[in-house]
């Protein structure tokens, strides 16, 4: 299940929100995934030219604290990790930038929504 949120601004602007809300937890992004770069560049080798996005963008990026605790937990938790979260902007809402997180388990959901919101003023 995902839970997506929308704020009405500029992609850039939402993003180095969010980018700051992961660094105001003490966390650091270690890979972005441009998605909607890849989808436009493999359209045609697909068959599709549907445009999906605007702009899209994935961030990954993990909690040593949260992580160790849940994983101490149950190992099989490894499987939660890392977190992600999306940004993403479609052609039928062009000014309405959408932030997307799968739910997990409560202590990572915790931490997700806490920096979505932040980052979005929510």
Sequence with gaps: MLVNYRKTGEFEAVKEDLLLAIRDKGLVVDYT???????????????SAKRVYLKAEAFQFCSAVVSRRTMEA??????????????????????????AYRKTLPEVNKLLDGIVRAALEI
């Design 33 to 47: 995934s441009h998605i909607g770069n890849m989808l436009e560049r493999t359209g045609k080798d697909v068959g």
């Design 74 to 99: 149950d190992p099989a938790n490894i499987g939660y990790c890392p977190y992600v979260i999306a940004l993403y902007v479609t052609p039928q809402e062009p000014k309405v930038v959408r932030a």
